[in-house]
């Protein structure tokens, strides 16, 4: 099979570029292994800079809603982090007092949402909180394993029966004027969001939940769905097993199922994210990326490659593929003419250029795509 350009990766980065390249009339695939860091998603795009326009839009042709405001987002165990393009599922304030009076709702035998540690860090700012517990009918045969007790599965149910919850609140709610739930609604259609804040006496504020994260999933399908939309080819679930490099140029890869058929393409682009995605890999003495052995930049010496106090910035987190100026990496010491790294695999190599976190894998991405649509390899 022959492509334009052939994407190892579909999380951030990937549908990204993807999208993008599909617009401009390209014929794309991307592979994509299995689930990437949007599933852990705290629904605040960091780092994106002078990128925000541009994405923004590429995520609303997408039916992906987000907020432009810079501010501050309330996080899942109630510390509050800057914010400046978030999902619509979040709230971004202006500062930390955010209420005078907050109720806290969550699900009875929802383990994942932390209420308690939210109450307490708001109430050092100054907003008075009560925490309640929503029990549905519905739910009942989730509560019977704490492991079926997740934000995905309760978010299925609530595509369904959101507004039994509403009602539920409507009872609980005395004089608060801010209302706090767990981000668990609007899987499949984000307008129940907007339904819901509605349908409350009060401001509705959906906080973060541990992993997975219903709005990062939400906009993973979402992105997907557009790329397809577009006519790109996704192969989920799939892996990429090797690629074809010879003086310089990927001419094909292989993946684990189209067993011996092949992916040609013009352009490769190599997506596979960091070390939680597998994009880059380690032993005892070496950081290596597994697909094509790239170079990588990091500090031979073990001892250097991180810090012995936990809490501190640690240097593996900025170890990543080396690429020259057109993002191309680098195999023993040359370019590899027609592949681009993006997002991740690039660790914090770039971050002077491209920003860090999902602003590294946006900004990267869209380089790529212009130099790709420039022609000017
Ligand atoms: C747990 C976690 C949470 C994060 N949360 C945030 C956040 O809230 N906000 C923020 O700004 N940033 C966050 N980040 C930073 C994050 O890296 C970026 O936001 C961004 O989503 C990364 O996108 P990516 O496409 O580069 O990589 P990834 O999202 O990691 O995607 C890489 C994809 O490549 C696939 N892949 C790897 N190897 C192969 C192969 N050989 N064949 C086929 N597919 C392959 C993987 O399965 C994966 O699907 C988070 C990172 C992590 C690890």
Aim: aromatic share 10%; net charge negative.
């Amino acid at each position: 099979m022959k492509f334009d350009t052939v994407i190892i990766g579909g999380g951030l980065a990937g549908l990204t570029a993807g999208i993008c390249l599909q617009e401009a009339g390209q014929k794309v695939a991307i592979v994509s292994a299995g689930q990437n860091a949007m599933y852990f998603f705290s629904g605040n795009f960091e780092s994106v800079g002078p990128a925000r326009e541009r994405i923004a839009a590429l995520f609303a042709a997408a039916g992906v809603r987000t907020n432009a405001a810079d501010g501050l987002q309330l996080m899942p165990m109630g510390s509050f982090r800057p914010a400046s393009l978030t999902l619509e599922d979040v709230t971004v304030y202006p500062e930390e007092h955010i209420a005078e009076k907050a109720l806290i709702v969550n699900f009875t035998g929802f383990h994942d949402f932390y209420g308690t540690f939210i109450a307490e860090a708001l109430e050092k700012a100054g907003t008075a909180c009560r925490i309640r517990f929503v029990r549905l009918a519905e739910m009942e045969h989730l509560r019977t394993s704490p492991s079926e007790m997740r934000s995905v599965n309760i978010a299925r149910l609530m595509d369904e029966h959101w507004e039994k919850v509403v009602a539920d609140i409507r009872v609980l709610h005395k004089d608060e004027d801010l209302i706090i739930l767990p981000q668990v609604f609007g899987l499949k259609d984000a307008s129940v969001l907007d339904k819901i804040r509605t349908a409350l006496p009060a401001r509705v504020s959906f906080v973060g939940t541990m992993p997975p994260s219903v709005p990062g999933i939400r906009t993973q399908m979402l992105l997907r769905h557009r790329f397809e939309l577009l006519g790109g080819m996704f192969l989920m679930g799939d892996t990429v097993t090797s690629g074809a490099l010879h003086e310089g140029v990927v001419s094909s890869i292989t993946t684990r199922n189209l067993d011996t058929a092949r992916l040609f393409a013009d352009h490769f682009i190599l997506a596979s994210g960091g070390y939680f995605s597998k994009g880059l890999a380690t032993s005892p003495t070496k950081v290596y990326e597994p697909l094509f052995g790239l170079d990588i930049d990091y500090p031979e010496n073990r001892s250097d490659w991180y810090r012995e106090d936990f809490f501190q910035d640690q240097p593996y987190m900025d170890f990543g593929v080396k690429t020259d100026d057109r993002l191309h990496p680098l195999k023993d010491g040359e370019p590899v003419k027609n592949l681009f790294a993006i997002g991740s695999v690039l660790g914090n190599t770039r971050k002077e250029e491209y920003g860090t976190a999902a602003g590294l894998a946006i900004r990267s991405a869209f380089a790529a795509v212009d130099i790709i649509k420039g022609g000017n390899l």
